[in-house]
């Protein structure tokens, strides 16, 4: 019953945003811009470059993140998707766990595959490459699930704008540290696994809790 | 029924909650300005100056306290949500929603009063000291518990809505805390402790305490008043409220500008 209702949700989603496969390229074009622009402002000398660039990349991942977290629930709270799922036979919970995992499939996973390219702009050094991929697979789910929490709490308003990231930021400290903190630790030498362990920590306990936090919240902002 | 019991269930009624309110909410003004007056005389004049740092650390008697304060009302914050939540007691919302712009507000003072004693002792009017970053952040937490209150049209809605926030935002704080800890330890080796090795001499205490408790006096005197407002502009309409307005001109003036000095 759960996993034939997450095949169809899944299936659903997958194939609406087939139907505008364009939209699924805007965070990586999103976070190309910012590589873009904070190469051109921190000039072109290649190793003040190297030295910033797993921190860039790391900010223009969570920005594009930001930026594709009011897609999450909108659609559906406009077209009364959302009342279908909370009249549901299964948990809202695990739909909107799902749901989290597809859009983060569908908008973190294509950046964390262009970040190679994106890394080669910066001129990250390619011994950090490996410690920035995994700190990425670790912590964008992270983002994605704390962002559904934030996103469930704005789905009410018809306009959440600068809320979004107000709300989003705080919470997103702790993953940036941890995963941006790996990569610079590794790029000092010292032992990096530490972060990335933290993240893969935080990453289970909020597969667990987001994903009900963020039921509750649909439930009062749909109440 | 226990007569304590019967108490809070009372309180938890509107009209009951605004009578409350109206009686203790100038009482708890007058005694915490009281016993902050004194503290701060005491700490201004009678308090001999540091040897280390001269006269900048009487600056720690507003600072302090705001530090405690911020932590203690987002803590409090986090309480009422949850009643609010559970139990859904209106009077608890509107509580909780009460305490973030003054929580709020002590953390503002913390960061400027922190700045200000920063700037001759380190040097700097910043640094990313893991206890000025967390305070930064609780900052953000606040400003969105309230902007989120106020967005969404709604009051009942607003409030748990920003209520939950809150509750995720005090679940994650240690987490925000102790990764701002380990990233700081990360990045420099420098560290600076507040306080330094130096113990506070005992002269130094009884200000600082009259400060604590006079801020805690003045921020449950602060809190009954936004409730108050609060309940009664939520109420706007019932007949209790309308009567309010009539029958006691005069009380109600009275406390009008409590409520704005509070500000």
Same mark, same amino acid.
């Given at each position: 019953?759960?996993?034939?209702?997450a095949?169809?949700?899944?299936?659903?989603?997958l194939r609406?945003l087939?139907?505008?496969?364009?939209?699924s390229?805007?965070?990586?074009?999103f976070?190309l811009?910012?590589?873009v622009?904070?190469a051109?402002a921190l000039?072109s000398?290649?190793?003040?470059?190297a030295?910033?660039?797993?921190?860039?990349?790391?900010?223009?991942v969570l920005?594009?993140g930001?930026l594709?977290?009011?897609?999450?629930f909108?659609s559906?709270?406009?077209?009364?998707s959302l009342?279908q799922?909370?009249?549901?036979?299964v948990?809202?919970?695990?739909?909107?766990?799902?749901?989290?995992?597809?859009h983060?499939?569908?908008?973190?996973?294509?950046?964390?595959?262009?970040?190679?390219?994106l890394a080669?702009l910066?001129?990250?050094?390619?011994?950090?490459?490996?410690?920035l991929?995994?700190?990425l697979?670790?912590?964008t789910?992270?983002?994605?699930?704390?962002?559904?929490v934030?996103a469930?709490?704005?789905?009410?308003m018809?306009?959440?704008g600068i809320l979004?990231?107000?709300?989003?930021?705080?919470?997103?400290?702790?993953v940036?540290?941890?995963?941006?903190?790996?990569?610079?630790?590794?790029a000092?030498?010292?032992?990096?696994?530490g972060?990335l362990?933290w993240l893969?920590?935080?990453?289970?306990?909020?597969?667990v809790?987001?994903p009900?936090t963020a039921?509750?919240a649909?439930?009062i902002?749909?109440? | 029924?226990?007569?304590?019991?019967?108490w809070?269930?009372?309180?938890?009624?509107?009209?009951?909650?605004?009578?409350f309110?109206?009686?203790?909410a100038?009482?708890?003004y007058?005694?915490?300005?009281?016993?902050?007056?004194w503290g701060i005389?005491q700490?201004?004049?009678?308090?001999?100056?540091?040897?280390?740092?001269?006269d900048?650390?009487?600056?720690?008697y507003?600072?302090?306290p705001?530090a405690?304060?911020?932590?203690?009302?987002?803590?409090l914050?986090?309480?009422?949500?949850?009643i609010?939540?559970?139990?859904?007691?209106?009077?608890?919302?509107?509580?909780?929603?009460?305490?973030?712009p003054?929580?709020?507000?002590?953390?503002l003072i913390?960061?400027?009063?922190?700045?200000?004693?920063?700037?001759?002792?380190?040097?700097?009017?910043?640094?990313?000291? #893991?206890r $000025?970053t967390?305070?930064l952040?609780?900052l953000?937490l606040?400003? &969105?518990?309230?902007? @989120?209150?106020? +967005?969404?049209d709604d009051r009942?809605?607003?409030?748990?809505?920003?209520?939950?926030l809150?509750?995720?935002?005090?679940?994650?704080?240690?987490?925000?805390?102790?990764s701002?800890?380990?990233?700081?330890?990360?990045?420099?080796?420098?560290t600076i402790?507040l306080?330094?090795e130096?113990?506070m001499d005992?002269?130094?205490l #009884?200000p $600082?305490?009259?400060?604590v408790i006079?801020?805690?006096?003045?921020? &449950?005197?602060?809190? @009954?008043?936004? +409730?108050?407002?609060?309940?009664?502009?939520?109420e706007?309409?019932?007949d209790w409220?309308?009567?309010l307005?009539?029958?006691?001109?005069?009380?109600?003036?009275?406390?009008?500008?409590?409520?704005?000095?509070?500000?």
């Amino acid at each position: 019953m759960m996993l034939s209702a997450a095949k169809a949700l899944a299936i659903r989603d997958l194939r609406l945003l087939w139907k505008r496969r364009g939209d699924s390229l805007q965070p990586a074009l999103f976070a190309l811009l910012v590589i873009v622009l904070f190469a051109l402002a921190l000039g072109s000398d290649s190793a003040t470059l190297a030295k910033v660039s797993s921190a860039v990349l790391w900010v223009a991942v969570l920005l594009s993140g930001l930026l594709a977290l009011d897609s999450l629930f909108r659609s559906d709270a406009e077209d009364g998707s959302l009342e279908q799922w909370m009249l549901a036979p299964v948990p809202l919970a695990w739909l909107v766990l799902v749901r989290t995992l597809t859009h983060w499939a569908t908008t973190a996973l294509p950046l964390i595959v262009c970040t190679p390219l994106l890394a080669e702009l910066l001129q990250l050094p390619h011994a950090q490459l490996p410690m920035l991929l995994g700190s990425l697979l670790l912590g964008t789910p992270l983002l994605s699930l704390l962002g559904a929490v934030v996103a469930a709490l704005t789905v009410g308003m018809r306009r959440s704008g600068i809320l979004v990231a107000l709300l989003a930021l705080p919470l997103y400290v702790p993953v940036l540290v941890f995963g941006a903190g790996s990569v610079a630790a590794d790029a000092q030498g010292l032992d990096g696994s530490g972060g990335l362990l933290w993240l893969a920590a935080g990453l289970v306990m909020a597969l667990v809790l987001a994903p009900l936090t963020a039921a509750a919240a649909i439930r009062i902002a749909l109440s | 029924m226990n007569r304590v019991t019967r108490w809070f269930h009372q309180l938890g009624s509107p009209p009951y909650f605004d009578r409350f309110a109206a009686r203790w909410a100038p009482w708890l003004y007058a005694v915490g300005a009281l016993v902050m007056l004194w503290g701060i005389w005491q700490g201004l004049f009678v308090v001999p100056s540091d040897y280390q740092q001269g006269d900048s650390f009487r600056i720690l008697y507003i600072h302090v306290p705001s530090a405690w304060m911020s932590m203690a009302v987002f803590g409090l914050m986090a309480v009422y949500a949850a009643i609010a939540l559970i139990w859904r007691i209106k009077l608890c919302e509107i509580l909780a929603m009460a305490c973030a712009p003054i929580g709020a507000w002590f953390t503002l003072i913390t960061l400027v009063t922190g700045s200000i004693w920063g700037k001759p002792m380190w040097g700097t009017w910043w640094d990313w000291d #893991p206890r $000025l970053t967390t305070e930064l952040i609780l900052l953000f937490l606040y400003l &969105g518990v309230i902007g @989120l209150y106020h +967005a969404i049209d709604d009051r009942r809605t607003a409030a748990r809505a920003a209520a939950l926030l809150a509750i995720v935002g005090v679940v994650l704080l240690p987490i925000i805390r102790y990764s701002v800890v380990w990233w700081h330890s990360l990045h420099q080796g420098q560290t600076i402790s507040l306080f330094g090795e130096s113990k506070m001499d005992a002269s130094m205490l #009884p200000p $600082l305490w009259a400060m604590v408790i006079g801020t805690h006096v003045w921020f &449950g005197g602060s809190l @009954l008043a936004r +409730a108050r407002a609060d309940n009664i502009r939520r109420e706007s309409g019932k007949d209790w409220v309308s009567r309010l307005g009539r029958e006691k001109p005069a009380q109600d003036a009275s406390n009008e500008p409590a409520s704005k000095g509070a500000r």
